[in-house]
């Protein structure tokens, strides 16, 4: 049941005691508050950051699981965009509608909500069905509010012992929501500044090659014209990478933050996988290279999104071209079992070190080690891992220095369909 009498700000269920509380009590809970609030503006790394409300919340509710849900905006609507702690990994964040959650319900109300008794609730709530995992009792859920502006919501479900929520819980869940918002937006804040520098970064070097290279065109008046083409071919390529970047860098974003939606239906593996090859032919025979599909076993339809399952393929044989010696080959391995289907791209390329290897899904990764290496963004593995992972597949590597590559990924053959 939702709450109807409103104290101080706060929505609460009629029944509920608003206890008073003992000085002590008060002191003691105003020291632990001072503490979270320590902590909480001490970690600056969004996800560690809501894991640990959800963590305190939790704790000081006495309840047995919880999850935050952050607001965001697209094209005038809004949906939510991050869940954490234990019920969230059942759900996405996409599939609470805003319209009819509970946590939409707090958002559009900027109050709290408090259901001791669910069966009333269950029809009105779509994410409570949404949580098979997770057999919900009660709730308690609280706006996150920073600077005047509802930012998301916090809730923690199932108390513990079976009187309910309690008018201690809800004060405690407000105050521990205005320390949790202020420090979720500075974690945000930061976590911007570093991409952006991250990204300033990355564009300095071509853009340095780019301002050098014209420089030294300008400042020479009688350049001839093999000189001006190779200065102009510099300058085209870098300006090219520079785009790809910034193209690249959005894309990572969009999904990084469940901005990209997989668009899933039935596709065919094995003919995507020989489109790859015949797309990589001219480039293939340009380096004398051999291109080749395996088949192991034709791999049945599967559910996912097509062109998200191409663009991943497309990147691992590009770089098994472009990281090959003349001459080599790259193949295309397609193998399943009942559960499971297995792609892997191999190339008989350079090699990756093995203390690099922990890190070339990182973003803007690029081996430094040889000039002649084609430079590029530095995205496009780490783009791939989260195609993969929004599918609810793996991806890793093995390799070898002066032996190749061999990227692989899984995704799962029956579990697909979410
Ligand atoms: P890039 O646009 O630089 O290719 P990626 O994220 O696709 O970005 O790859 C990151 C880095 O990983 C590359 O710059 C390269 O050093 C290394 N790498 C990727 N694939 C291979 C491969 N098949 N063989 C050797 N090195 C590779």
Sequence with gaps: MLGKKRENGLIVKDMIDIN???PEVQVARLEMMLEVSRAFNS????????SSIIEVATQL?????????????????FYFEMTSGAAANQIEPSHVSFEES????????????????????????SEIEA????????VLGVPLIAKEKTIGVIEVFNKHSNSGFTG?????????????????????????????????????SPMCSIVGSSQVMLANPDIDSKELRAGLELINS???????????????TKIETGRVQMEKQMVDLNALAQEVIDLFYPQALKKNLTLALNVERPIPPLSADPDRLKQVMVNLVDNAIKYNCKGGKVEIFLSCNQVRVQVSVHDTGKGIPPKELGVVFDKFYRRQDDEKVPQGAGLGLSITKKIIEAHNGDIWV?????????????LPLLDNNK
């Design 61 to 77: 509710t006495d309840t047995g699981a919880g999850f935050v849900l952050l607001l965001a905006r697209q094209e005038g609507d």
């Design 20 to 22: 008073i509380q003992s």
């Design 102 to 125: 509970m946590a939409g319900w707090i958002v559009k109300n900027s109050e709290t909500l408090v259901i001791n008794d669910i069966q009333q609730e269950k029809r009105r709530f």
């Design 43 to 50: 970690t600056l790394n969004l996800n560690t950051l809501l």
């Design 131 to 138: 949580l098979p995992h997770l057999e919900v009792r009660s």
């Design 398 to 410: 093995q390799s070898e220095v002066g032996a190749g590559s061999t990227f692989t990924f899984s």
């Design 168 to 204: 201690d819980d809800i004060h405690t869940m407000n105050t521990l929501a205005a320390q949790a918002a202020a420090a979720i937006e500075n974690a945000r804040f930061i976590e911007q500044r570093d991409r952006l520098d991250m990204v300033f970064n990355e564009l300095q």
């Design 238 to 252: 870098e300006a090219t990478r520079m785009s790809q970047m910034v193209n690249d860098f959005l894309d990572l």
